[in-house]
């Protein structure tokens, strides 16, 4: 069916490691892809987004790439801060422009 | 622009009563969705609108639940008749319908306890 599939967290990590978070999807057609954040307390932010294959989306230092071989839309950053600690959810929307269809969310923790 | 807004923003509520929420979406966007988010999960999607018809409707979205957006600008959500499975956060979006790849503006949402 429809749906995405993010890694299980939580994620800790140091101060200035290297962060991946991987997500695949099933769609059928060709899906727009995204990646939300929710900080503590606040509601889901836009964080990247990619409209077709071999787009890289990218923001704050975090990219992620359009994979339609693989199906998928890793997220990464090559040093974390402290601030980016959330949750991340990857989100897919289909070529029709129905609702967004989510991941279950990572748990980024940031530790310094 | 001030972006979605959501009211209230917290809600406790004892089983069997009724709620009603309001979202203000980003002025001048024809789309607003309504999903729910529980513990750990991401969020479901509801129902939405396209100015102000309500064009589709998740199967999670049971007789109890009803959403309006009378004027194409503000939209309700009411549940009525509380279960304390209707616990959860209850998050508004807008967007505005242009080609591939809409993007939805998310509000703060309302945390909904049932007690």
């Known amino acids: 069916g429809n749906s995405v599939t993010q890694m299980e967290g939580p994620v800790t990590l140091s101060e200035e490691a290297f962060l991946t978070i991987n997500c695949t999807y099933t769609?059928?057609?060709?899906?727009?892809l995204f990646w939300y954040v929710q900080y503590p307390g606040e509601g889901l932010q836009l964080l990247l987004k990619?409209?077709?294959?071999?787009d890289k989306g990218s923001n704050k230092g975090f990219e992620a790439t359009y994979r339609k071989e693989t199906t998928s839309f890793h997220l990464e950053k090559g040093s974390v801060q402290v601030s980016d600690s959330a949750v991340y959810f990857c989100?897919?929307?289909?070529?029709?422009?129905?609702?967004?269809?989510f991941g279950k969310g990572t748990r980024l923790s940031v530790i310094a | 622009d001030t972006g979605v807004s959501q009211d209230p923003r917290h809600k406790i509520t004892k089983r069997g009563q009724n709620v009603t929420f309001r979202c203000d979406p980003i002025?001048?966007?024809?789309?607003l969705y309504w999903y729910r988010q529980t513990l750990g999960q991401g969020p479901e999607f509801l129902t939405y609108?396209?100015?102000?018809?309500?064009?589709?409707k998740s199967r999670l979205l049971s007789d109890r639940f009803s959403a309006e957006r009378p004027k194409g600008s503000f939209s309700t959500l009411e549940i009525q008749r509380t279960e304390q499975g209707d616990s959860a956060m209850y998050l508004c979006?807008?967007?505005?319908?242009?080609?591939?790849?809409?993007?939805?503006?998310f509000g703060p949402g309302t945390r909904l306890l049932v007690l």
């Open positions: 989100a897919r929307l289909n070529s029709g422009n129905t609702p967004l269809v």
């Open positions: 979006a807008s967007s505005l319908a242009i080609g591939q790849g809409e993007t939805q503006y």
């Open positions: 002025s001048e966007h024809n789309r």
């Open positions: 769609a059928t057609g060709y899906p727009s």
């Open positions: 609108f396209q100015n102000e018809a309500q064009l589709e």
């Open positions: 990619a409209t077709k294959a071999d």
